[in-house]
Nanobody
Framework: VQLQASGGGLVQAGGSLRLSCAAS????????QGWFRQAPGKEREFVAA????????WYADSVKGRFTISRDNAKNTLLLQMNILSPEDTAVYHC????????????????????WGQGTLVTVSS
């Protein structure tokens, strides 16, 4: 089972990026999935999560209104559209999948997820 995140890169403040997370080895279409990020010297923090159906989404306050999480279950792919990026968004972004709905209540914590991708680096310059 593998989750592979891609789409990171260098962007100027105010710009946009779209991250993708492709799953292989099994399907996650019924699983809650999420995005976390980790900046240098900081703990991994929650960004956004989405239910298996895609009908429910949850966001960290810091990205609400700027980021949009979505999924394409036909392609077994998780997406994160990031707009109005700021230098504070600079981090390695990781995708994850949980075996429980809403991560068993811990959708906003790493402990709620069982599968993790390696991450993709997003750098926002000022």
């Amino acid at each position: 089972v593998q989750l592979q995140a891609s789409g990171g890169g260098l962007v100027q403040a105010g710009g946009s990026l779209r991250l993708s997370c492709a799953a292989s080895g099994r399907t996650f279409s019924s699983n809650t999935q999420g995005w976390f990020r980790q900046a240098p010297g900081k703990e991994r923090e929650f960004v956004a999560a989405i239910s298996g159906s895609g009908f429910s989404t949850w966001y960290a306050d810091s990205v609400k209104g700027r980021f949009t999480i979505s999924r394409d279950n036909a392609k077994n792919t998780l997406l994160l559209q990031m707009n109005i990026l700021s230098p504070e968004d600079t981090a390695v972004y990781h995708c994850a999948a949980s075996s429980l709905y809403r991560g068993g209540g811990y959708y906003d914590r790493p402990v709620g997820y069982d599968y993790w991708g390696q991450g993709t680096l997003v750098t926002v310059s000022s």
